[in-house]
Nanobody
Framework: QVQLVESGGGLVQAGGSLRLSCAASGSIFNINSMGWYRQAPGKQRELVAGITSGDRTNYGDSVKGRFTISRDNAKNTVYLQMNSLKPEDTAVYYC?????????????WGQGTQVTVSS
């Protein structure tokens, strides 16, 4: 099992910045990749950014050039630096981890952290 705890959400004005953190614990040695997803009211959950164990990253089109995902392996933590925030970035942000056990993928989710961007 993997436990994920997010922090860093809050209220910020448009154009501002926030940094989200996701600390992983438990069976972290099987984690293959981690990422951030978000879900706004009435919308489907969407990928924001992902990072593999080899530090390869990918981003959703709407956040490219504004958000940066990174990881600190010593702290078992993944970060999402969000700059130039827009009101449409308002959502609950969820940390996700994918682990591989006996060649089978398992997915874990954090509890979510609210990000609200005011115009």
């Amino acid at each position: 099992q993997v436990q994920l705890v997010e922090s860093g959400g809050g209220l910020v004005q448009a154009g501002g910045s926030l940094r989200l953190s996701c600390a992983a614990s438990g069976s972290i040695f099987n984690i293959n990749s981690m990422g951030w997803y978000r879900q706004a009211p009435g919308k489907q959950r969407e990928l924001v950014a992902g990072i593999t164990s080899g530090d390869r990253t990918n981003y959703g089109d709407s956040v490219k050039g504004r958000f940066t995902i990174s990881r600190d392996n010593a702290k078992n933590t993944v970060y999402l630096q969000m700059n130039s925030l827009k009101p449409e970035d308002t959502a609950v942000y969820y940390c996700n981890a994918k682990s591989i056990t006996y060649s089978l993928p398992q997915y874990y989710w954090g509890q979510g952290t609210q990000v609200t961007v005011s115009s």
